[in-house]
């Protein structure tokens, strides 16, 4: 038992002949047409993986096996900061307004920083803290926004690509529901993904601990990458 592929060759003439007399029926492929018409058929070694797209299945089949195998890490990112009424709030690089804000070595914008963790977790590349040290002066007041942008480009260059990002603020205030779209934007493009592959939800403390008094705000995040393209 042999298992036919495409090309059969075969001089034109023969096979046409071979065609036209075949029986009643319509024969399996033009090997067996050639057989019953007395002619020898000779077989060589093939290959299972070349694969004849005759339909869209035969193209997924055929893409699957050009992607390679795939390579996907999931990273976690969490953190704090407590408030600070003297500077401005900025969750996932949107500023709110009559809000009080987070202290921190940077902007303190721990919805980016949770993220960045994540990233650079699954990516194997440490964190922000050994990215961007709290005691070195260049990070001071940085924009996460910026710093989100570098470590997007550090995780490219090392052959990651984030595929989505999952983000739960827990605080007791500002209510981020009316702002959820703008914030999803903005994360988004800072690691060069689309909107859509970006989570947001939110959550209290139910007055519980310092986060549920206000005395500061957290972020979980989680980060699935993928290695070798977009």
Same mark, same amino acid.
């Given at each position: 038992?042999?298992?036919?592929?495409?090309?059969?060759?075969?001089?034109?003439?023969?096979?046409?002949?071979?065609?036209?007399?075949?029986?009643?029926?319509?024969?399996?492929?033009?090997? *067996? =047409?050639? /057989?019953?018409?007395?002619? @020898?058929?000779?077989?060589? &070694?093939? +290959?299972?993986?070349?694969?004849?797209?005759?339909?869209?299945?035969?193209?997924?089949?055929?893409?699957?096996?050009?992607?390679?195998?795939?390579?996907?890490?999931?990273?976690?990112?969490?953190?704090?900061?407590?408030?600070?009424?003297?500077?401005?709030?900025?969750?996932?690089?949107?500023?709110?307004?009559?809000?009080?804000?987070?202290?921190?070595?940077?902007?303190?914008?721990?919805?980016?920083?949770?993220?960045?963790?994540?990233?650079?977790? *699954? =990516?194997? /590349?440490?964190?922000?803290? @050994?990215?961007?040290?709290? &005691?070195? +002066?260049?990070?001071?007041?940085?924009?996460?926004?910026?710093?989100?942008?570098?470590?997007?480009?550090?995780?490219?260059?090392?052959?990651?690509?984030?595929?989505?990002?999952?983000?739960?603020?827990?605080?007791?205030?500002?209510?981020?529901?009316?702002?959820?779209?703008?914030?999803?934007?903005?994360?988004?493009?800072?690691?060069?993904?689309?909107?859509?592959?970006?989570?947001?939800?939110?959550?209290?403390?139910?007055?519980?601990?310092?986060?549920?008094?206000? /005395?500061?705000?957290?972020?979980?995040?989680?980060?699935?990458?993928?290695?070798?393209?977009?």
């Amino acid at each position: 038992m042999r298992l036919a592929q495409t090309p059969q060759g075969s001089v034109r003439t023969r096979l046409v002949e071979a065609l036209t007399a075949f029986g009643p029926g319509v024969p399996t492929d033009e090997a *067996a =047409a050639l /057989e019953q018409a007395g002619h @020898r058929v000779v077989t060589v &070694d093939g +290959d299972p993986e070349n694969i004849k797209i005759t339909c869209a299945a035969d193209f997924e089949v055929v893409r699957r096996g050009l992607e390679g195998p795939v390579d996907l890490r999931v990273g976690s990112g969490f953190d704090i900061h407590r408030i600070d009424a003297s500077r401005p709030l900025v969750l996932g690089g949107v500023r709110f307004e009559n809000e009080p804000g987070l202290a921190g070595h940077s902007d303190a914008d721990v919805l980016l920083h949770a993220a960045m963790d994540a990233v650079l977790g *699954a =990516a194997g /590349e440490g964190d922000i803290g @050994r990215l961007f040290p709290p &005691d070195d +002066d260049r990070w001071a007041g940085a924009d996460s926004y910026v710093l989100a942008e570098t470590v997007s480009r550090k995780i490219n260059g090392a052959g990651f690509y984030v595929v989505n990002l999952d983000l739960t603020l827990l605080a007791e205030r500002p209510k981020i529901g009316p702002r959820s779209g703008e914030i999803r934007a903005r994360v988004a493009a800072a690691f060069g993904i689309d909107p859509g592959r970006v989570g947001l939800k939110a959550t209290t403390l139910e007055k519980l601990g310092s986060l549920g008094r206000h /005395e500061g705000i957290a972020c979980q995040a989680v980060a699935l990458l993928s290695r070798g393209g977009p």
